[in-house]
């Protein structure tokens, strides 16, 4: 047995020296070292032989296996370093080869309406707040002079979640959230801008679009005050030229209230299909904050006074982009949305 086990031991060593890739070198190892190998065979015999050489036969075989092992382990190292440099060969990579154009993203043109309405405002000393979209009946309609059962509800068809929540369905609501946590009632300059939600669905309006609301309460404040900051903004993202009217409206929460429209300029306010013929584009609607607004909210409407606007970032987008369908804003469609890469 002594001999038998001299000879598999060679006869490995052999056949590990002579394997040629990693797969025929586990076949090896499998052949003499596995459960059915020629090594385990052995030990398996030694039933067979007196107990007194059963050590013996037992250390040959282990010794055996140690250098079959060790010889396995040599090669195994040797043929990755060959198998690595035949990797690196085939697979090197020409690097004077022009490379291949990585396809980018672009800034969302609402992202670029939002970001260009907040640096303006944060540059006139407002601060930039945020509400939540799930809001309550109280902050969205009664802390804003629409109690229950007033006819102004029916203007917006709103999402109720229950009889008290509610997907908001104007930035509006951020007002009075504003208003009652400045518990030094301290003045405000604020803009809000975020997502609203109205049952809306067709070429100029959606379900969900975004609202830019601005509010400022302080002693002393007019409408000349308003009509000086509208101006500023509507300059500022439609261009200089720009001329704003003023046209009395309703909205519940201000008084007076106005809507705002700017000479349309596609065509210089001469009349066109944009502007239906008429030079002017409505923009968006503003007012004096209403005295029940500032006195529900915990301000003294006989010392302080304010004004808010608010109008649609789709809108505006439409308008300074030239879009004729707001529901490409949320088609995601590459190519309309690469239009808008670096555009100022």
Not at 28 to 35: F, S
Not at 51 to 56: A, T
Not at 160 to 178: D, G, K, M, N, W
Not at 199 to 211: E, K, N, P
Request: charged share 30%; net charge negative; aromatic share 8%.
């Amino acid at each position: 047995m002594k001999e038998q086990i001299e000879k598999i031991k060679i006869t490995a060593k052999e056949e590990v020296k002579n394997a040629l890739d990693l797969q025929s070198l586990d076949e090896v190892r499998v052949k003499y070292l596995g459960k059915k190998g020629e090594l385990t065979g052995v030990l398996r015999g030694m039933g067979a032989i007196s107990q007194e050489e059963r050590p013996i036969i037992g250390g040959l075989v282990n010794t055996a296996k140690e250098e079959i092992e060790n010889a396995i382990k040599e090669k195994e190292e040797e043929l990755k370093v060959i198998e690595l440099n035949k990797k690196l060969e085939n697979e090197k990579i020409d690097i004077t080869l022009p490379s291949v154009k990585v396809k980018r993203g672009s800034k969302h043109p609402i992202n670029r309406i939002i970001e260009e309405l907040e640096d303006l405002f944060v540059s006139m000393g407002y601060d930039v707040v945020d509400g939540p979209e799930l809001e309550t009946d109280e902050y969205c309609f009664e802390r804003l002079n629409l109690p229950k059962g007033h006819p102004a509800r029916d203007m917006q068809d709103t999402f109720y979640v229950t009889t008290e929540y509610l997907l908001r369905t104007q930035t509006s609501a951020v007002q009075a959230r504003v208003m009652m946590d400045n518990k030094e009632k301290t003045p405000i300059r604020v803009i809000c801008p975020g997502k609203t939600y109205r049952r809306d669905d067709d070429a100029t309006h959606s379900h969900q679009f975004g609202q830019i609301e601005g509010l400022v309460i302080d002693e002393g404040i007019s409408l000349a005050h308003l009509k000086g900051t509208l101006e500023v903004f509507v300059k500022h993202m439609l261009g200089a030229d720009s001329k704003l009217r003023f046209r009395p409206s309703y909205f519940p929460f201000t008084e007076p209230s106005y809507e705002v429209d700017v000479s349309c300029f596609k065509c210089g306010g001469k009349g066109c299909n944009l502007c239906k013929q008429t030079g002017w584009i409505e923009i968006l609607g503003s007012g004096m904050v209403h005295p029940n607004v500032l006195k529900m909210n915990g301000y003294d409407p006989e010392k302080y006074s304010g004004f808010a606007f608010g109008t649609g970032l789709d809108r505006l987008a439409m308008f300074k982009y030239g879009i004729t369908d707001i529901r490409l804003l949320y088609a995601n469609d590459v190519r309309f949305l690469n239009q808008f890469d670096r555009k100022d």
